[in-house]
């Protein structure tokens, strides 16, 4: 899990070096910085995906464990169906937190004047 916070970390640094281009005026170090920027912004939206994609699948399996615990399932015991709502809460919360951050950088970008 650390990847994609490390992504999303990156992610952001990048949003605030394009803002403070967008305020400084373009030079040949920033159209470098501008190509790196698109090379990574694949793999920003892959990683985005598959963290995504991890939450959906850890929020589906906690509530088939938490089904199957209350149809009396013998393999499924009520710690394994705490923790795993608890992981499933936790992940929402960081995509929550991460949505969030990425709206506001958003707004700080779409504000600024050209």
Do not use: C, H, W
């Not at 403070?20 to 005026?25: D, K, S």
């Not at 929020?59 to 394994?80: C, M, R, T, W």
């Amino acid at each position: 899990m650390t990847m994609p916070v490390n992504a999303l970390s990156s992610a952001l640094q990048q949003m605030q070096a394009m803002a403070a281009q967008a305020a400084g005026g373009t030079t040949a170090s920033n159209v470098a910085t501008e190509a790196n920027g698109a090379a990574t912004a694949g793999s920003f939206a892959s990683a985005m995906k598959a963290s995504l994609d991890k939450i959906s699948d850890d929020q589906k399996s906690a509530i088939g464990e938490s089904q199957a615990f209350e149809l009396g399932s013998s393999n499924v015991s009520l710690n394994d169906v705490m923790v795993d709502m608890q992981k499933a809460n936790v992940g929402f919360q960081f995509g929550l937190q991460v949505r969030n951050k990425l709206v506001s950088a958003y707004n700080e970008i779409a504000q600024m004047s050209v």
